[in-house]
């Protein structure tokens, strides 16, 4: 294999070559003129329409805010009547429930009296209140006389240790 030269340079590109990339470069140029007038022609006309735009778009906002107000008002009413029928309906209840209650006990105490009606034989009532009978008095004790405290005599070690 031949070496090759350290400062050598590949000839040029073929002319059909340079003649390639001389057309691409005009299509490239005459391309970012034509989007450039194109972009200049739509800001002229966003320029000319944007201020009817905004407007056509802030009406359209604002029917938007009016009919969300009237929306937001028909819900309230109806949220309101809903909770009006909450309460009747919890005040109704509250009221049943209390009348079964009283039913109940009602019946329970009919019941119990009738249980105490058959447990207990009828006897007939005393003219006068039966008292238990009272437990016997019994006799105070003797009193016992008071003696004093006898002191126990000192040994002989006590005595000697005391002095005397």
Not at 26 to 43: G, L, Y
Not at 137 to 154: N, S, T
């Amino acid at each position: 294999m031949p070496k090759k030269r350290a400062g050598t340079r590949k000839k040029s590109k073929s002319k059909s070559a340079k003649t390639k990339t001389s057309k691409s470069k005009t299509a490239k140029k005459s391309s970012a003129a034509k989007t450039k007038k194109a972009t200049k022609k739509t800001i002229e006309t966003l320029e000319v329409k944007l201020p009817e735009l905004l407007t056509q778009n802030f009406v359209s906002l604002q029917k938007v805010m009016i009919k969300l107000t009237s929306d937001l008002e028909t819900l309230n009413t109806k949220i309101s009547k809903l909770l009006d029928l909450f309460e009747t309906s919890a005040k109704s209840l509250a009221k049943e429930d209390l009348e079964l209650r009283e039913k109940a006990l009602k019946i329970k105490k009919a019941e119990i009296m009738q249980a105490q009606k058959v447990s207990e034989p009828k006897l007939p009532k005393p003219s006068k209140p039966v008292l238990p009978p009272k437990p016997p008095v019994k006799a105070p004790a003797r009193p016992v006389p008071l003696q004093k405290p006898v002191k126990p005599e000192p040994t002989s070690k006590e005595y000697k240790k005391s002095g005397v």
